[in-house]
């Protein structure tokens, strides 16, 4: 069996940013899933490029991706194009983190 994005994607809802209490996610910090034969590469960020949770959420993302059915390899690159920000959280983060709504 062969993974899909949306496998992969929906298994790195574990990644709770410690921060925040979020998972990644939610958060915007998964920029692209690609999914080859079972060899997975993901793209992804942090808040800026001295979080200090980065390896953690790396790791994370690492282990979470390797637990899907069909996955034989995992690569976790990170990146900060584009910059991360605020504007990436799902509408139902923002509202559990308080966020006001904007007009």
Known sequence: MTPDVAQIREA???????ELGVNIVDLGFVY?????????????????????????LKEGVARSAA???????VDVVM???PA???SMISADARAGLGFASVH
């Not at 942090?46 to 953690?56: I, Q």
């Not at 637990?67 to 390899?73: I, L, M, P, T």
Request: include cysteine; charged fraction near 25%.
């Open 12 to 18: 790195l809802r574990v990644v709770i940013d410690p």
């Open 32 to 56: 692209d899933i690609a999914v080859a034969e079972g060899d997975v590469r993901i793209t992804m960020t942090a808040t800026t490029k001295g979080c200090p949770a980065s390896g953690f």
């Open 67 to 73: 637990q899907v059915d069909g996955v034989r390899s």
């Open 79 to 81: 990146t900060f194009e």
């Open 84 to 86: 991360w920000d605020p």
